[in-house]
């Protein structure tokens, strides 16, 4: 079993900094919650690394909001209801439509620059939606250009920032969060108290060898919301991108979706355009049927890749609406204009996380969640494109709302943890940790069945002895969350016998409505269990 904490500590050995709200980890959701957040109360910001490590600064194709004439709040319902195959909240995803333009304008007077034609802000569309309402900024730069102005304007507002500081573990007490127990850059560790705790530390990409994310994306808050026994839910969905660059000494760097919906389409190695076989929008389907469609290509031709073909557009529209990607792969002597790039899926975007409320408040009072750390209930079984930035914005300010509606953080908290845990780990972590991603790439990747996932979890609880185990060193830490988050993966995937979204079961192919339209919910000392979608 996973124990409580991830370290031995003594509270009263431990030296201890007083705050109002507690931000962990940067990206959209903790810049811009911070920022809101620090309008009426100090604000402590702890990164991993610095303010510009993060999802968001990878993100290209844009942010999701109604903007145009043409377009309507049903319309962008409509639309992430049917990717998210059944299982959004409704509630949730009315929120997101219809407050997302405000969040976009707040965006703007924080200082992001979106593009523009003809004195109007551009958009452009991505795949299942039915409307162009993608904002995107630099052509295909948008989440840097707003972690870019986000930082500038969280800089100015008198938030406290601590990088390179490594959150621990959840300080909890009576199913109250009191703070953070927080490692420094030289080892030491410090007990940061606050009348709210926010997690805003990203997804899981890294528990995939193949991925879009940044080395920092390891499942922190999760794991760490999970051992204070805050609720976690849908882990089975783990959204692959189906077009990451596959290219020798290349990264696997993403091509954006924004690209095919700009217009280039998807060939084979044998040159033959395949997706009116698998879906009626062809390149344009959600991201799991598309990329279920090019895994079964590149079976089918032997291959380990296809390719993303925009040839036919012209190369001033190219360079102009995608100049960074454009750049990346004409450093490895690819060129967009006249050459077929090769990509092949990559794990992307966590669809599930921390379980939240409509104001991001998790099953522990005071704990919040924000971004791709978060299960608000928008995304369901599968994100829709560019949704996840506009989630982060609009729940941010919820989660601002409840907390300024919080009086102080009252009481003493008692807890420390001990339990008397031997040596250093043996054994090389960075072997364990390829061993874990090649682990989740053959049993809980694009494809899973019942048989590969028990044999997977078993192989995961091998490595369940580390926690005995006296852990310090930042890969350490990383690898045990991913481990834990690794688990809950598996979990998940073994419990939802049905294919839906992005879990797809190859012994239970077909999507099982009467059985399955419900969550999947992980607790550290209840187990795994289940919430009834009561909503049509």
Not at 196 to 221: F, H, K, M, W
Not at 312 to 327: A, G, Q, V
Request: proline share 4%; aromatic share 6%.
């Amino acid at each position: 079993m996973i124990p409580r904490y991830i370290v031995d500590f003594d509270l009263e050995k431990l030296p201890t900094v007083e705050t109002d709200v507690i931000v962990i980890g940067a990206g959209i959701a903790g810049l811009f919650t911070a920022i809101k957040a620090s309008k009426r109360n100090r604000v402590l910001m702890i990164t991993k690394k610095s303010l510009f490590d993060s999802n968001t600064r990878y993100a290209q194709g844009g942010i999701a909001a109604v903007i145009s004439d043409e377009d309507s709040p049903e319309f962008h319902r409509q639309d992430t209801l049917i990717a998210g195959a059944g299982l959004c909240d409704p509630e949730a995803v009315d929120i997101l439509v219809h407050e997302g333009p405000e969040g976009v304008q707040a965006l703007i007077r924080y200082g992001t620059h979106f593009d523009e034609e003809d004195g109007q802000l551009a958009l452009t569309k991505e795949g299942a939606h039915s409307q162009r309402r993608i904002l995107h900024a630099n052509g295909d730069a948008t989440g840097f250009e707003i972690v870019r102005a986000l930082a500038d304007k969280v800089k100015s507002s008198g938030i406290e920032i601590w990088d390179d500081h490594f959150a621990l573990d959840l300080l909890t007490e009576d199913g109250l969060c009191y703070g953070a127990l927080v490692q420094k850059p030289d080892g030491s560790r410090v007990v940061v108290r606050g009348k709210a705790t926010i997690l805003c530390s990203g997804g899981t990409g890294q528990l995939y060898r193949y991925t879009t994310n940044p080395e920092v994306a390891t499942g922190d808050g999760i794991a760490m919301a999970y051992r204070a026994g805050a609720n976690i839910r849908d882990m089975e969905f783990n959204q692959f991108h189906p077009t990451s660059l596959c290219y020798p000494g290349a990264p696997r760097f993403l091509i954006s979706e924004a690209v095919r919906g700009e217009g280039a389409v998807l060939r084979n190695i044998r040159g033959d355009r395949f997706m009116e076989k698998y879906h009626e929008q062809m390149e344009l389907a959600p991201r799991d049927v598309v990329a279920r469609a090019i895994l079964s290509e590149m079976e089918a031709t032997k291959s380990t890749y296809v390719y993303i073909d925009i040839t036919h557009e012209s190369p001033e529209l190219i360079r102009h609406r995608f100049p960074n990607i454009y750049e990346f792969c004409l450093n490895y002597g690819l060129d967009m204009t006249t050459d077929w790039i090769p990509v092949a899926p990559a794990a992307h975007y966590m669809m599930g996380g921390v379980r939240t409320d409509l104001h991001g408040e998790t099953s522990i009072s005071r704990l919040f969640a924000c971004g791709e750390v978060s299960s608000t209930g928008v995304h369901g079984a599968n994100r829709l494109a560019s949704n996840s930035l506009s989630e982060a914005i609009v729940f941010g300010r919820r989660i601002v709302e409840r907390i300024d509606a919080m009086g102080p953080l009252a009481g003493r908290l008692a807890t420390s943890g001990r339990q008397g845990r031997t040596s250093a780990p043996t054994g090389a972590i960075v072997e364990r940790r390829l061993k874990l991603q090649k682990v989740m790439v053959r049993f809980a990747g694009l494809r899973r069945d019942a048989a590969g996932l028990q044999k997977g979890l078993e192989e995961l609880r091998r490595q369940l002895p580390l926690f005995q185990t006296n852990i310090s060193k930042r890969e350490e830490l990383e690898f045990a969350n991913l481990l834990t988050c690794a688990m809950l993966v598996m979990e998940a995937a073994l419990a939802r016998e049905e294919s839906r979204g992005a879990h797809y079961r190859e012994d239970f192919p077909e999507r099982d409505d009467l059985i399955w339209r419900k969550h999947t919910v992980l607790h550290r000392e209840l187990g795994i269990g289940e919430e009834v979608i009561s909503h049509v």
